[in-house]
């Protein structure tokens, strides 16, 4: 693991920040080397999702409603190893907010959005992980799931920069 000049726990915070934000946004400008780190950290995410995100038990619920009124819900719950990853990648990343569309009212903002509670978490599992299983099931392989493009360096400092995005 690169140091990147910084200590660990400014490292491991940087990490987590270009991590969401590429999961988010799906690609992110930033310098060769931390997106070397990046692409690495963001991979071994990814993995832990493709692996679990099948893993789901059908509950039945009884729920009571405001009349009193008992009725019989199936509801669908992560199982051991979903919970598990889904707990690690809590840890790994920041929660990020659902923005508004352009143009939408606040009502159907609230009503798309009140059934998720960390929708950063909802795309890597419903999105990224079908996608990437796949493919993985296409080419025979696991990871590669980041392509890194050197863009040249950066003035004023001269830094080499690179385009990493999710493939």
Do not use: C
């Not at 780190?37 to 999702?49: C, F, G, N, P």
């Not at 405001?66 to 199936?74: D, N, S, T």
């Not at 719950?77 to 508004?100: F, P």
Request: aromatic fraction near 6%.
């Amino acid at each position: 693991m690169r140091k990147l000049g910084r200590p660990t726990a400014h490292r491991n915070a940087m990490l987590k920040n270009l991590a969401t934000d590429l999961l988010w946004n799906g690609k992110i400008e930033t310098t060769v080397e931390k997106a070397k780190e990046v692409a690495s950290y963001a991979e071994k995410l990814l993995t832990l999702a493709i692996n679990s995100y099948e893993d789901t038990v059908k509950v039945t619920k009884t729920v009571v409603d405001a009349k009193g009124v008992k009725q019989k819900r199936e509801v669908v719950n992560d199982g051991t190893k979903k919970l598990n990853a889904r707990r690690k990648l809590m840890a790994k990343l920041n929660v990020v907010q659902e923005k508004r569309l352009p143009k939408e009212k606040k009502e159907a903002y609230v009503k798309r959005t009140e059934e998720i509670n960390y929708p950063l978490i909802e795309k890597i599992f419903n999105i990224y992980a079908p996608k990437y299983a796949k493919r993985k099931e296409e080419l025979g392989t696991g990871g590669g799931y980041t392509r890194i493009v050197k863009l040249g360096t950066r003035n004023g400092d001269n830094a080499e920069m690179a385009l990493i995005e999710l493939v």
